[in-house]
């Protein structure tokens, strides 16, 4: 993570404006429209802040320290953003009920003060100030699941510098206690959650950017977990897509690969392994990955953000599992964090980039039907 940080400073390019894109291959996003964030903004997520059944959106600002909260109107346009104080750098955010109140609360992790801040909601789009709790070394991505099956909401983060995913269990009143941490590869950063092998227990996958690799760890319903198992996957892998992409019902993963500028395909052979990766080609500097059925046929698709060409690549299945030539759209410059939801609730996937640059933009991508 940090050293992709320092290559997307170099890779800026030319200032691209957004274009209107058409329908082709079963995707059609409207014209985007540009929202101002912090300071190298760099991960966002979707939640209903205000409680209105319309999604809202959260950016963590690396370089300003901030969460930009943005409050959906309730038609897929957003207010100017509120900014609350998070800790030092941070790098990745959740919605979540952490304390049983019906209101969404956020997670944030803070790589420079090596915190995590839970920030409470009030349920009226705002949030209280935020309290800290320790996050280990160089905490760096956060993702949620209810671990225990208690309904309390739980977290596991990746410790980028200690080579760790450590799981911390939520005790239904917001406040958390640290158990276990497990041994992954090197640099471990996003993390997705799904249930590889069916026990009903969720289990866990987190992309190893320094060693080219993912590690797998099968949840024993008890917020502990197995030792990881290691798959290795193209160069530099920065971000992971856990999503049943081949209709059997049992979850896969995607990997983008940032120095090879593809995706890696690993299907789930039924048991929560996994067979050898399909590579397909991405555009420049892939770092981000969000599964979504955009053509609505009920073959799950995915989107990736580009950041070294400004513009995210959408693949249609083709129903059995693999993945024609994406359609591109362009974004605004270094998209680095891709995500999705239906903010205008009219049925159609609508997504979102978050635009890593002095100042930090989001670009948000209205869905339209397709042709
Ligand atoms: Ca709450
Ligand atoms: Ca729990
Ligand atoms: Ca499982
Ligand atoms: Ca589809």
Do not use: W
């Not at 939801?341 to 933009?361: A, R, Y």
């Amino acid at each position: 993570m940090k050293n992709i940080y320092k290559t997307l400073l170099t890779i800026c390019l030319s200032a691209l404006l957004v274009q209107m894109a058409n329908g082709q291959g079963g995707i059609c996003l409207r014209k985007a429209v540009p929202y101002k964030a912090g300071k190298f903004s760099f991960s966002a997520c979707t939640g209903d802040f205000k409680g209105d059944g319309k999604p809202d959106v959260a950016v963590v600002n690396y370089n300003s320290d901030i969460v930009s909260v943005f409050i959906n109107n309730g038609d897929g346009t957003f207010q100017p953003a509120v900014s609350y104080s998070s800790g030092h750098y941070p790098t990745s955010v959740k919605s979540a009920d952490v304390n049983n109140d019906g209101k969404q609360d956020l997670i944030v992790t803070n790589t420079g003060s090596e915190t995590i801040s839970i920030f409470i909601g009030n349920g009226d789009g705002t949030f209280q100030a935020k309290k800290d709790i320790p996050g280990g070394a160089f905490p760096c991505y956060v993702a949620i699941a209810d671990f225990n099956h208690d309904k309390n909401i739980d977290f596991a983060i990746s410790n980028d510098s200690s080579n760790l995913v450590t799981i911390y269990m939520g005790k239904g009143d917001g406040t958390f206690t640290t158990t276990n941490s497990y041994d992954v590869g090197q640099y471990p950063s996003p993390i997705a959650i799904a249930d590889f092998n069916g026990d009903g227990s969720d289990d866990l996958v987190v992309t190893n950017t320094g060693s080219n690799s993912i590690s797998v760890l099968m949840g024993k319903g008890d917020g502990t977990f197995g030792t990881a198992t290691t798959y290795p996957v193209g160069s530099y892998p920065n971000c992971v897509a856990a999503a049943d992409f081949n209709g059997d019902k049992k979850p896969d993963i995607a990997v983008v690969n940032s120095a090879n500028g593809s995706v890696s395909m690993l299907i789930n052979k039924g048991d929560g392994t996994f067979a050898r990766p399909i590579n397909y080609a991405a555009g420049g500097g892939p770092i981000s990955i969000v599964a979504v059925d955009f053509s609505k046929d009920g073959a799950m698709d995915f989107a990736v953000c580009n950041a070294g060409t400004n513009n995210i690549s959408v693949f249609i299945n083709n129903g059995t599992g693999m993945f024609p030539e994406p359609t591109n759209f362009q974004t605004g410059i270094s998209p680095i964090c891709i995500l999705s939801d239906d903010f205008n609730k009219d049925g159609i996937p609508d997504l979102i980039t978050v635009n890593n640059n002095d100042n930090g933009t989001i670009s948000v991508f209205l869905g339209c039907p397709s042709k």
